[in-house]
């Protein structure tokens, strides 16, 4: 057949076959070798899709491992306009379940864009409302959403995540570089409808979760101390009030109070003034509280024993053309009954005997005007000014508590190196750190700063502030069946307009240690302007006594209580 | 030979396209089980986060003192009693060991 055709058609024909060949040769080339990268991107954009994970935020717990923050996904809810048939109609289905005015909705889905966020980071139960809604032109993703599940509890110390997850307040903060996920990017092989077939990079797995905190702070200690101190500034009419509660052995903090309280899971509509952690940020005049560490110094350094007299000047006594009060005349008195009633006069004396070199030197060693390092962001470091700055009063005025800014950290701290002997921990509220599998990663020892004053001089201003609440002021702060150590303050605040001490606003507080022989708990309260009777011992040192009994029951510490038995068996 | 050849071949190529659907298909699987697996753990964690807000303390003091009429304890009513006394007791006196006793009410103390 073929040789029927004549060569020349046959050329044509061949011709016509090279060049089909040709065309369809030069086009290979061009796809397969010129324009190949160009083009195996756009196939890799059709193919492929990469998406951003990032692994949960780690959890928060308490020393017993009670949960306090965690990550939960839960659906955010987006449109896309162009998509849209009805933007009325999607709306008013939307409404009710995102609980936003239809108005707004459909304003949003009228924009010309491609994408428009509706509600982000909703209850689980409105996401599986929209499931079922199943509406076009309307998305959900799952995004991580930080639950505080046990509400405002220790939310001053937690502190909050904001929307996109990062740690903005607290421990959520301090140790954001610990919480945080990894992030990571993944590739994902699409199928013509748009299915994952195979995630390219599998065998990398899921990005890995943030680390694990856990807590020196104890829930149950947390809930009691806030229970009491709320209670206590509801009833005094306070602005606001602050409670610590330490392990005097480790500086672990068990509890730390703030009131009024927030709730971390609805942060935006507050003020920054609500979530400022007062118990490390806000440095006051601390009052009569500073004489238990100026009696530390007078001591150590010999310039006065318990059982020194000291003259209480008819209830007055003028100092650099001012005249320091009390609130009671006095006469002679031992240095231990100073303490105990509090005498102003008795501890300007003593601190003036001092001399402003070795008070200053014992507030710095207490720790007052520097930071206690505590792991918590926001941390004030007081004031306490340089000798060289003092008048002729200052002396006296910072041995009764006066011209000197101290944050309720630092006293309590000061208070707890007295109850342990005479050794300044540090305070701390992260005790270990663990990766998601649960490994620790880091452990917090105690540390101790330095050793304040010696074992001895602890063991007598110990039985001095004894006698603070047997035969002082500070009585109400007694628990019964146990041994309690402390010093009540009630110190006037200056008035800004005046720029004198106000007559009518006081800070009262007290700061103390329980049981006495052997201090398990150091705690302080201060209520910030209580109306009415605004003595500390009135106000703050009930607290201290309502909280430390509890606590003292809950962990289990034995009381006196053996000495009622042992009696009792003598009878029968 | 050249039948088998081509059967051999063929047997190849249908291995090589099992395979690959194979592939596919698990891909598919895998896929369906991890948003399985990842529904199951929002569900746990959901769960986890409502067992700690429904174990909140708060909470249940305030379901034992308004639904249970239950009262907290005031003071002097909660004794803790030291299994291993170490106080030093007058010579007239006999110790006794005794358990913990928690919670002991007023009333009924010796």
């Known amino acids: ?572 | 030979m050249k039948t088998f050849t081509v059967f051999l071949g063929l047997c190849l190529v249908f291995v090589f396209v099992w395979e690959r659907v194979d592939m596919v298909r698990i891909g598919y699987q895998i896929e369906r089980l991890k948003r399985d697996k990842a529904v199951l753990e929002r569900q746990r964690d959901e769960l986890r986060v409502k067992v700690s807000a429904l174990s909140a303390s708060d909470r249940i003091a305030k379901l034992a003192t308004e639904k249970l009429g239950m009262n907290l304890p005031q003071q002097g009513q909660v004794i803790i009693v030291q299994s291993r006394p170490s106080y030093v007791y007058p010579s007239n006196v006999v110790p006794v060991e005794l358990k913990i006793a928690k919670n002991y009410p007023a009333s009924r103390r010796l």
Request: aromatic share 6%.
């Open chain 1, 1 to 572: 057949m073929p040789n029927s055709l004549p060569r020349g058609r046959r050329y044509v024909l061949l011709l016509l076959l090279l060049c089909g060949f040709g065309v369809v040769l030069f086009r290979l080339v061009t796809l397969q070798v010129l324009q190949a990268a160009e083009l195996s991107v756009k196939a890799d954009r059709q193919h492929q899709k990469t998406v951003s994970l990032e692994g949960a935020r780690g959890t928060i717990v308490d020393r017993h491992g009670k949960l306090l923050a965690k990550n939960v996904e839960v659906p955010s809810v987006f449109g896309v306009p162009n998509a849209l048939h009805s933007p009325l109609t999607t709306a008013r289905q939307l409404s009710p379940i995102l609980h936003m005015k239809s108005d707004e909705l459909e304003r949003k889905l009228r924009q010309d864009r491609s994408f428009v966020w509706l509600a982000r980071k909703l209850d689980p139960d409105q996401g599986r409302q929209l499931d079922r809604l199943s509406l076009d032109g309307i998305g959900v993703v799952m995004e991580g959403r930080r639950f505080y599940p046990k509400g405002s509890l220790l939310a001053h110390v937690l502190g909050f995540s904001g929307m996109d997850g990062e740690g903005l307040e607290g421990v959520e903060h301090r140790y954001e570089s610990y919480l945080r996920g990894e992030k990571r990017m993944m590739v994902l092989q699409r199928d013509a409808l748009g299915r994952t077939v195979f995630p390219r990079g599998m065998t990398e797995g899921s990005p890995t979760p943030g680390h694990s905190l856990t807590l020196t702070i104890d829930e149950v200690i947390q809930y009691l101390a806030e229970r009491e101190l709320d209670d206590a500034v509801g009833r005094a009419q306070a602005k606001s009030g602050t409670m610590i509660v330490l392990d005097p052995k480790t500086g672990a903090v068990l509890a730390m109070a703030v009131s009024p309280r927030f709730d971390p899971n609805a942060v935006s509509a507050l003020s920054p003034d609500r979530w400022r952690n007062r118990a490390l940020t806000d440095a006051y005049e601390p009052g009569s509280t500073m004489k238990a560490v100026m009696a530390a110094a007078a001591i150590e350094e010999r310039v006065v024993r318990p059982n020194t007299m000291v003259f209480g000047e008819h209830g007055h006594m003028t100092v650099a053309n001012t005249v320091i009060h009390d609130h009671e005349r006095l006469g002679w008195v031992s240095f231990a009954q100073v303490i105990q009633k509090s005498s102003n006069i008795g501890a300007a004396k003593t601190g003036m005997a001092l001399g402003e070199q070795r008070l200053h030197r014992y507030l710095l060693a207490f720790g007052f005007g520097q930071r206690t390092e505590i792991d918590l962001p926001g941390e004030g470091a007081g004031l306490v000014r340089n000798p060289r700055d003092w008048g002729r009063r200052s002396v006296a005025s910072i041995s009764m508590g006066q011209e000197i800014g101290v944050t309720p950290l630092q006293m309590v701290s000061a208070v707890a190196a007295i109850a342990n002997g005479g050794v300044l921990m540090k305070p701390y509220v992260v005790s270990e750190i663990r990766d998601a599998d649960g490994h620790i990663l880091r452990q917090t020892p105690p540390q101790a700063r330095r050793r304040v004053i010696s074992p001895d001089t602890a063991r007598s201003v110990t039985r001095i502030l004894e006698g603070v609440i047997t035969d002082g002021t500070g009585t109400k702060a007694a628990i019964r069946g146990f041994r309690v150590a402390g010093k009540t303050g009630t110190a006037q605040k200056i008035d800004p307009r005046t720029g004198t001490y106000s007559a009518s606003r006081f800070v009262a507080s007290f700061a103390g240690y329980v049981p006495a022989d052997n201090p398990q708990l150091a705690m302080i309260v201060v209520i910030d302007e209580p109306q009415g009777d605004a003595w500390g011992g009135a106000v703050a040192a009930p607290v201290f006594s309502r909280v430390g009994e509890q606590v003292l029951s809950y962990l289990g510490v034995p009381s006196y209580e053996p000495v009622t038995l042992a009696m009792a068996l003598r009878k029968s």
